[in-house]
């Protein structure tokens, strides 16, 4: 089956714009999570959907936000990017049960110039 | 709150060593345990889990032994090969808290012929 996918790949944005990634699941994987990965701070929580409502939140500003549609798709957005907001985005899809594997995708590389 | 320490990279061995990556957890309740693999330009991957006190979980030669007493959930190889190389992940998810992973900081693994 397939994996979970997301786009686009690699993305160069300027101070102060805007941007939307977006995440296809698993099919029939209702739960959706996306993590920030930077040499820093390493691998970050920033909120899970579960049946298009967010079930968890983790400790981003408000400018970070998420939302997942009903065919279990979601989009996170960041707005007045800061340089510091390069990273690499991983969505993960999964079952229900949070002792359940999650499934990464490739991710998506955010350079903010 | 929860927290996952794994030991700081990277590590390098020959090939045929013994690996232990070491991981200790803090966390309230009863999580779930897991090591997850990033090998270069790609997202994470599974290796292996434990769901409750002396689990071991095991996959590809690698192993785990949840222990609650030492709140420790170390991997072991017992023979590397070079294509183990790659940076890897300990992390936790509380159970009844849907999908969200703690993970550690990483540590990456050099093995050379």
């Known amino acids: 089956k397939a994996g979970v996918t997301q786009t686009p790949r690699y993305l160069i944005k300027t101070r102060g714009q805007q941007v939307t990634l977006s995440c296809s699941p698993i099919?029939?994987?209702?739960?959706v999570s996306w993590y920030q990965q930077t040499p820093g701070q390493g691998l970050q929580f920033l909120f899970e959907?579960?049946?298009?409502?967010?079930?968890n939140k983790g400790n981003f500003p408000g400018r970070f936000s998420g939302r997942q549609f009903s065919n279990s798709r979601s989009e996170m957005n960041v707005s007045t990017l800061e340089l510091g907001d390069s990273a690499l985005y991983l969505c993960?899809?999964?079952?229900?049960?949070?002792?359940?594997?999650?499934?990464f995708g490739q991710g998506t590389r955010l350079t903010v110039v | 709150g929860n927290s996952v320490t794994q030991m700081e990279g990277p590590v390098t061995l020959s090939e045929e060593a013994f690996l232990t990556i070491n991981c200790t957890y803090t966390?309230?309740?009863?999580?779930?345990l897991f090591w997850y693999v990033q090998y270069p330009g790609e997202g994470l991957q599974l290796l292996l889990k434990?769901?409750?006190?002396?689990d071991k979980g095991s996959n590809k030669g690698f192993e785990a032994t949840y222990r609650k007493e030492t709140t420790s959930f170390h991997l072991e190889k017992g023979s590397v090969q070079v294509s183990d190389s790659a940076v890897y992940f300990c992390?936790?998810?509380?159970?009844?808290?849907?999908?969200?992973?703690?993970f550690g900081g990483g540590t990456r693994l050099m093995v050379k012929p």
């Open positions: 993960a899809s999964s079952l229900d049960r949070g002792d359940t594997e999650a499934f």
């Open positions: 099919s029939g994987h209702r739960s």
């Open positions: 959907y579960f049946s298009e409502t967010q079930r």
């Open positions: 966390a309230t309740g009863y999580p779930s």
């Open positions: 434990a769901t409750k006190a002396d």
């Open positions: 992390a936790l998810t509380r159970n009844n808290a849907g999908n969200m992973l703690t």
